[in-house]
């Protein structure tokens, strides 16, 4: 074992596991008879849609599978010791000192009524014998390892005060503390804006590179594969069906799952469509404002300014983008459009009709005219009636017979590929990407001239995504729909747009068509956005 | 698991116990009474609550007391004098009266305190229609002047239940007797401490030092008040019987002065515990409101009294045989008033009879509203054995369950029985306070102007009343008493439904207790 | 922060404002007479007259309610109808046995229920759950009396442990103090520990699934400390919360148990007052009970800015 | 799934939406041990109730003092309104008045329930009517939620014995006195249930599918408040049933002769060293019953609404 530790062999090598579903379930196994190694000083990209068992590995892998997903075969070795059949002291010996893990989610993966610093403390607790003044030393000096500013104010300071980044900063902190050979990160990205997320994929590489360990990185997202790996291992369905080399699984995929996953991924390069120029205005919005005022009995009116000044305009058959980080106002726009809520200053036409300012009645018959699919497919249809209640409820309400709405609907459903009997079931009985079909389908009962999708498919596997863009476009091209089209996705924005609106703060810093905005970006955050983008010049799927 | 966890429980407890052990006995005596009620005004004379009177007992004096015999005995009069014409009345107090604040007892203070207690008493009041003047005529001396020769002074001014003449200092005696009075000083065994006074919690006296008893062997409230105890606390909190019995059987408490009929077997056989039946009791009735239908019609309160046997009555609310007997008198059973004169209605009775007399009655299948108290154990099985009485006879009854406070509010209403009024309820009253037709509130018969609620009306009725209390022959009054109860059962006044005894209970280790039944009295006792 | 607790001092305004005219329609539309009650069995109709007029009954409703209102913001809550006394001196003499009770109530409550709430979640579905639970939902089931009549008839009665009834304040010393309060307190938390046992399970299991426990597992530490450093300090937002909206739970218990007992504290003088027809008694327990549980859940809202650093005035 | 070119997708691109396949909910309400358990003994206490008469009862207020303070199993006389000497075995005894304690336990079993369940339909209809106005009416939010907070701040008991007091008890004012403290607590569940689900996509959906005010209430929102709702319902059955005894007990609930549980034990209570079986028997019916209305609640919540369910 010693030998082992000292030795060359892998970090971490994973031979034969599988781990068993409770039964009931859709398949025996989370994870069947998967094996693959993690060398000192790379970084091995673990790939997969929701569902593979990505994560599962991991946690098999740190000893932390919940008792419903028990190991029954294979082996877990790191450095040389099998751990996948180690007693629970010695696992916990091992946490933190020899494999560590980054997860997904900084927000909550930080106890939020602890301090930073005495989260950090907790391990050398746990783990060492060092004195008071030494673990301190040592805190700041990890603390000042993973780049975060005032290490003396961040030892003091709870997880809430910190930023998404620098929380997932002091995650990092805490699993490197202790210098461990493995370090295992579970989407540690995923959850972040991309320009954070740039941050932290090259400080996850710097480490790696300074220490010389070896890295399970478990991400869903080509781009970051392509930013960071070295090694990949694509998933599905809890089998392993590719490994390689990251230029080769990529770029010359073997494997037809591996191929359509490729194959799904939006290039990062504006589609080059010719826009047709003089199409009739069906959405313009003037100098758009929305402000939110905290109101108290005492304390000082707190005002947020969601969205600024926002002039946009959306002719029909062509898609307008709105991209923008997370808080940047994409959304409320969206949503001040549909008048869900209501715009605290600027004006809104449909078709040159003015409707920001009008009651709620009288916006009524132009409601039909403007629709929406929101972003999580789960949320956005009632549990509790059935698909073909759901879509002809709109057309119902203006005036269709629910025979007629019914007729409608069944030719939708042919429009979104899906079955017509579909219409008798409950949405629960269908996946997120069949319900963001019906959402759609829903959304063009009503004959509507602007379709708005709010990050429609922000919430979908990629191949499922790609399927849902391609409708869309689709159903676009045929209806010759006016679209806005917001999503924080770049790749997605390009795949899509004709013309493209770059959010920050509530204000459009860059607006214009997209081979333009794409290709050559004239404000400094647009071009900082796109330079953050993660592999951004890499070619999926071409030899 | 819960067997265990109980287990677990019983074990720390057990622990507990041992650790902190009985508190330490205490140098001083102290008496624990737990009294049969709460005690809320401290102003016997305001009110007529038996409570507020046995709080009157300990801490005033009064002129004279009733022996257990239920002959009236002079208390703080040492001697007295009657003119020949009956018309003047000269009383000399006894020596060595003061009261708690260390001044003497004048004749000024009896006559401020008599003439307060006229303002409130029933019986006082009659007394009064007859004084013409009441004075001090020395410092310890007083005379009572009257218009016309009256038969009841001495038992008016020896009177043993509410309202009881206490004789209070003058300044404290001038309250409006419409208010309460604020100071509570006496002349009495023991001195209250108002300090301690926690209403619905406790009530405290301490002996009085200074109180000179009288050298007779006491009984009932006469005689000698000697005080062998330094200090009485009147529990106040605990009310539920079941835990009364509970604490006197663990000697927490010395005396309950209510012994739920239930308890009364097992307490008999407690070593530790000795069980008091007093001599005077209490009697039952079933109260007729004589305004409205169907008791306005004299037939059918005859009806109802015919179906009133009172064995079913007593053996459903008492149900002990030693402690209940039926009195076919509206007066007190044994007492030279306690006849039975013209009661054959009631105590020779039948259903069939009743029955009979009903239909001949012309009722109308109105229905009875009887008021039950759900809060009164001693009462409040008597409704509906009424109820079913009443039913099984061929009336329609609504008994209408309430809390004793809103039935008290609400008897004293004379609106028709759908406006909020009422047609019958029952209580039990201290034998001496309906001992003879003047004190006995049910013979009222002044219509809507009686002072007792049900107010019947007949003119006869109110004159053998009067003529009783002008009469001053004894032998005659008796005769008198005999004709009022014949009339009142003619009218129907009321159904008396037999009397009991109240038992009280105490520790064995308890000496020298009084148990008249006159009123709960707490001198004379060793512990 | 000292902006905070006055704003939220003063948000209890309104809502003790509603409880005052709550209680005041609330009992002065009962059909009982005080004015009967309190001239007693013998007294006449004029009587009762009389004393209606002393007590300012005749006058209009909203009069009456004026009245009241400014002796209430004065501090006076009137005389009792009944015991002729203040009923703020009524509820000063009352308060040591009522507060006793429920503290030594839920100092028991606490010490029982969060040990046993924690490890029941740690073993979630496991027998010690399943029993926890299960005692809980019978906690909440069986009626407080029934609880101290079968403690007294057990512990006592039986077994001669502990007093039947009373209470002994603290001025008698310690000892015979706690000697009659254990068994009531013991009374009483049983459906509180119910209720304390059952929340601390479900936060302590909310916050074992949050991803900050799998982080501290996968620090290696140790399970008790992922349990009270973790799991425990992230669920003492709800308990904290739970205990002060359980502190009605508690004054309900508090009258029946102190009716068991014989304790002589606020719950008898409600029950007593009730019977009685006591409005200014009535009124003021109600809205002494009310003001402390509105107090009690400010101290609670104040400890969440200790327990919980994200929470900030 | 239609025939159109990305079959290849759908086959290869297996979203796995729920790892367990989907049962309906009355399917897993049936499953639940807690509902099973529950509502067994809910059905049985139901059946008891309903079949009071033919269950070798005699009338629960019928007494004769002849026969008071029986131990149980003893038999005994009693004379019928119409004068029929009737000859009767006391199973559980008979109280001071002499009333059969079985017949008096087993109609009280309808007493109980009745209670219990209309308490909690009332206060359900009274709360939703509220929470649905507050929830949508912003104006009048502030006022009712006010109003709300000061009846929660009173203790629910404390209201229910007032009320009761201050009416003449009957079954009618016994029940709205234990509904009216239950009424703010389903305000707030329904209030905050409907904030919660109007900003659901699938309500803000309907919105721009113009759907009126009123048919989104009742069509989207109250639909989806009926699992916590049923949940709460049970819970506040539970509640109710439990202080309709405890005001009994107190001696401001239910007139005496009405058989209710409380009733009997209060009645008891006065010798329960002698009779403890009169305070026993009936609080064993008491916890029993609600411990079967507690259970199916858990069950129902642990089944219909599972994120309460992880709450509390």
């Not at chain 1, 939110?292 to 946009?312: I, K, M, P, Q």
């Not at chain 2, 009991?500 to 001198?523: D, E």
Request: charged share 20%.
């Amino acid at each position: 074992m010693t030998a082992a530790k000292s030795g060359t062999g892998p970090v971490l090598d994973v031979r034969g596991l599988t781990i068993a579903l409770p039964t009931h379930s859709d398949r025996p196994e989370a994870v069947s008879e998967v094996s693959f190694s993690v060398e000192r000083g790379e970084i091995v990209c673990l790939v997969g849609e929701s569902g593979s068992g990505k994560s599962v590995i991991a946690q098999a892998v740190m000893g932390l599978l919940p008792d419903s997903l028990p190991l029954t075969v294979g082996q877990v070795l790191l450095e040389g010791e099998d751990i996948a059949h180690a007693g629970r002291d010695r696992l916990r010996q091992l946490r933190a000192t020899r494999m560590s893990m980054v997860f997904q989610e900084p927000m909550t993966a930080l106890n939020p009524v602890m301090r930073c610093g005495d989260q950090i403390d907790e391990v050398l607790r746990e783990h060492t014998a060092l004195g008071p003044a030494e673990r301190r030393a040592k805190i700041l000096d990890i603390i000042r390892e993973v780049a975060l500013p005032d290490p003396e104010r961040i030892v003091m300071s709870y997880p809430h005060q910190l930023s998404g980044g620098q929380r997932q900063r002091i995650m990092i902190a805490m699993a490197l503390v202790l210098e461990p050979a493995l370090l295992i990160a579970d989407e540690p990205t995923t959850a972040l804006d991309v320009t954070t997320q740039a941050q932290i994929l090259e400080l996850i590489k710097t480490l790696q590179a300074r220490h010389g360990m070896g890295v399970l990185f478990i991400t869903h997202d080509f781009g970051v594969v392509a930013e960071i790996a070295r090694r990949v291992a694509v998933l599905r369905l809890g089998r392993l069906v590719e490994t390689g080399d990251k230029d080769a699984v990529l770029k010359r995929p073997r494997h037809d799952y591996t191929i359509m996953l490729m194959n799904s991924v939006p290039d990062f390069k504006p589609h080059g469509r010719p826009i047709a120029p003089d199409q009739p205005i069906v959405l313009q919005t003037k100098k758009l404002d929305k402000t939110y005022a905290e109101r108290g009995w005492f304390s000082a009116r707190r005002v947020v300014h969601a969205a600024t000044d926002v002039s946009l305009e959306v002719r029909r058959g062509q898609t307008l983008g709105i991209v923008g980080e997370s808080g940047s106002g994409k959304s409320t726009v969206a949503r001040c459009i549909v008048r869900l809520i209501d715009p605290t200053g600027g004006e809104v036409y449909i078709h040159g009709e003015e409707i920001a300012r009008r009651s709620h009645r009288a916006l009524r018959p132009l409601r039909r005219k403007v629709q929406i699919v929101f972003q999580d497919p789960y949320r956005s249809l009632n549990p509790r009636r059935t698909v073909g209640e759901a879509i002809i409820e709109g057309p119902v309400n203006y005036g269709l017979s629910r025979s007629e709405a019914f007729e409608r609907a069944r030719r939708l459903m042919d429009l979104v590929r899906m079955d017509a009997a579909a219409l008798e079931r409950y949405p629960h009985q269908f996946s997120g990407g069949q319900r963001q079909r019906i959402c759609i389908a829903r959304a063009l009962a009503m004959e509507p001239e602007l379709l708005i999708a709010d990050e429609a498919v922000s919430a979908l596997d990629v191949s499922v995504q790609a399927q849902v863009l391609e409708l869309l476009e689709e159903i676009r091209e045929r209806l010759n729909l006016a679209m806005l089209f917001i999503t924080h996705d770049l790749r997605v924005a390009a795949q899509v747009c004709d013309h493209v609106a770059v959010m920050s703060q509530g204000r459009v810093v860059e607006y214009g068509p997209a081979n333009e905005v794409f290709v050559s970006p004239r404000h400094a955050y647009t071009q900082a956005l796109f330079a953050a983008a993660p592999g951004r010049d890499f070619a999926f799927g071409q030899a | 698991m819960i067997v265990k966890r109980t287990l677990a429980t019983l074990a720390a407890a057990a622990a507990f116990a041992g650790t902190f052990g009985i508190p330490a006995a205490r140098a001083e005596t102290t008496l624990v009474v737990v009294p049969h009620s709460n005690l809320a005004i401290l102003d016997p004379i305001w009110t007529t609550a038996y409570m507020s009177r046995n709080h009157g007992y300990m801490i005033y004096d009064t002129l004279f007391g009733t022996d257990e015999n239920s002959k009236i005995q002079p208390q703080m009069v040492g001697s007295w004098t009657v003119s020949a014409d009956k018309k003047v009345y000269d009383f000399k107090l006894r020596e060595g009266l003061l009261f708690h604040d260390g001044a003497p007892v004048t004749g000024e203070d009896v006559v401020a305190s008599l003439a307060r207690w006229g303002k409130r008493d029933a019986m006082g009041g009659a007394l009064m229609t007859f004084v013409d003047k009441m004075e001090a005529t020395g410092a310890d001396a007083f005379r009572i002047t009257l218009k016309e020769p009256a038969g009841f002074v001495l038992e008016a001014l020896g009177k043993p239940s509410s309202n009881v003449p206490f004789i209070m200092p003058k300044r404290v005696a001038e309250t409006d007797p419409t208010k309460q009075i604020t100071e509570y000083i006496g002349s009495g065994p023991y001195v209250f401490v108002k300090d301690e006074f926690k209403p619905g919690d406790k009530a405290v006296y301490v002996k009085f030092d200074k109180y000179q008893p009288r050298k007779e062997k006491p009984s009932g409230t006469a005689g000698g008040k000697h005080v062998y105890v330094d200090k009485v606390v009147w529990n106040l909190a605990l009310r539920d019987y079941q835990a009364q019995v509970n604490a006197l059987a663990n000697g927490e408490v010395d005396i309950i002065e209510n012994v739920p009929f239930q308890h009364y077997a097992t307490l008999l056989k407690n070593k530790d515990i000795e069980i008091r039946k007093s001599k005077i009791g209490l009697q039952y009735m079933c109260r007729f409101n004589h305004l409205h239908k169907p008791f306005d019609n004299v037939k059918v309160r005859q009806a109802v009294l015919a179906s009133f046997r009172q064995q079913p009555f007593l053996q459903a609310q008492v149900g002990v045989k030693d402690l209940y007997k039926p009195c076919a008198s509206m007066f007190t059973c044994g007492t030279p008033y306690g006849v039975s004169t013209g009661s054959e209605i009631q105590s020779k009775g039948s259903m069939r009879k009743a029955q009979e007399l009903l239909k001949k009655s012309g009722y109308d299948g109105t229905p009875v509203v009887i008021m039950k108290p759900t809060d009164l154990s001693s009462i409040d099985k008597l409704p509906e054995v009424a109820a079913q009485l009443m039913r099984q006879m061929g009336m329609k009854v609504d008994l209408q369950a309430m809390d004793w406070q809103t039935l008290v509010s609400r008897r004293a209403k004379k609106d028709p029985v759908d406006k909020g009024g009422w047609n019958m309820f029952c209580t039990a009253w201290v034998s001496p306070d309906i001992g003879n037709p003047i004190n006995n509130a049910a013979l009222g018969a002044r219509g809507a102007a009686t002072p007792w609620f049900g107010w019947p009306e007949d003119a006869k009725l109110e004159e053998l009343r009067a003529a009783f209390m002008r009469e001053t022959d004894e032998k005659k009054k008796v005769a008198l008493a005999g004709e009022v109860q014949k009339r009142a059962f003619e009218v129907g006044t009321h159904a008396p439904l037999g009397e009991y005894v109240q038992p009280q209970a105490g520790r064995k280790a308890i000496k020298g207790w009084i148990t008249s039944g006159l009123a709960h009295t707490y001198w004379n006792i060793k512990k | 922060m000292y902006q905070f607790i006055a704003r939220r001092l003063l948000s209890t305004i309104p809502v003790l404002a509603i409880v005052a005219v709550l209680v005041f329609m609330l009992l002065r539309l009962t059909p009982g007479d005080p004015a009967a009650i309190l001239a007693g069995d013998a007294a006449s109709t004029e009587q009762i007259e009389g004393i209606r007029k002393t007590l300012g009954l005749d006058q209009p409703l909203p009069v009456q309610f004026g009245i009241w209102l400014g002796q209430m913001l004065q501090g006076d809550l009137g005389e009792s109808y009944y015991y002729k006394v203040r009923v703020t001196e009524l509820i000063g003499q009352r308060l040591e046995p009522t507060l006793s009770l429920a503290a030594l109530t839920i100092v028991i409550a606490i010490l029982v229920a969060v040990p046993l709430g924690v490890v029941a979640a740690w073993r979630f579905g496991g027998w010690f759950d399943r029993a926890l639970m299960g005692f809980s939902v019978f906690g909440f089931s069986v009626p407080v009396f029934v609880v101290g009549y079968l403690l007294v008839w057990l512990v006592s009665l039986k077994l001669g442990w502990f007093p039947v009834q009373g209470y002994k304040p603290m001025d008698d010393g310690f000892g015979p103090f706690l000697y009659h309060l254990v068994l009531p307190s013991i009374t009483l938390s049983v459906i509180y520990i119910a209720l304390l046992a059952r929340v601390t399970r479900a936060s302590v299991l909310e916050a074992l699934g949050e991803d900050y426990i799998r982080t501290a597992r996968a620090k290696g530490l140790t399970e008790s400390r992922v349990l009270i450093s973790h799991a425990l300090a992230n669920a003492a937002v709800p308990i904290v919360t739970i205990i002060g909206i359980g502190i009605a739970l508690l004054i309900g218990g508090v009258v029946v148990t102190e009716s068991v007992y014989a304790i002589p504290g606020l719950g008898r003088l409600t029950v007593d007052a009730v019977l009685s027809r006591d409005f200014p008694t009535i009124q003021g327990v109600i809205l002494f009970f009310s003001l402390v549980y509105v107090v009690v859940n400010l101290l609670v809202d104040l400890s969440y800015v200790i327990l919980d650093p994200r929470i900030r005035y | 799934m239609a025939a159109t070119g990305d079959t290849r997708y759908e086959e290869l691109s297996v979203e796995a939406a729920d790892i367990r396949p989907h049962e309906t909910t009355w399917q897993r309400v049936k499953k639940s041990g807690s509902v099973r358990l529950g509502g067994a003994a809910l059905a049985v206490l139901l059946l008891i109730a309903a079949a009071a008469p033919w269950l070798g009862t005699v009338d629960p207020t019928m007494f004769d003092a002849g026969s008071r303070d029986l131990v149980p199993g003893k038999a005994g006389e009693m004379m019928t309104l119409d004068g029929d000497l009737l000859r009767h075995t006391f199973w559980f005894g008979s109280d001071s008045l002499g009333r059969d304690i079985y017949s008096r336990v087993i109609y009280g079993t309808r007493v109980s329930l009745f209670v219990g369940v209309v308490v909690a339909l009332l206060s359900l209809v009274g709360g939703i009517l509220l929470g649905l106005v507050a929830g949508y009416i912003r104006w009048l939010d502030g006022v009712i939620m006010r109003v709300m907070d000061g009846i929660m701040a009173i203790p629910a008991i404390l209201i229910a014995i007032a009320l009761v007091a201050m009416w003449r008890p009957s079954l009618s004012t016994v029940i709205i006195a234990i509904a009216i403290p239950e009424i703010p607590r389903v305000t707030r569940l329904v209030r905050s249930l409907v904030l919660t689900i109007r900003e659901e996509p699938y309500v803000e959906a309907a919105i721009s599918l113009g759907s009126s005010t009123p048919k989104i209430m009742f069509g989207h929102i109250l639909p989806n408040t009926i699992a916590p709702l049923v949940v709460q319902g049970t819970f506040i059955c539970a509640a109710a049933i439990l202080i309709e005894a405890i005001l009994s007990f107190l001696g401001v609930g239910l007139p005496p002769e009405i058989p209710t549980w409380g009733n009997i034990m209060a009645e008891g209570r006065i010798a329960f060293n002698e009779y403890p079986h009169t305070v026993f028997i009936p609080g064993i019916f008491l916890t029993v019953t609600v411990l079967a209305v507690n259970i199916l609640g858990d069950g129902l919540r642990d089944t219909l609404d599972p994120k309460m369910a992880k709450r509390i």
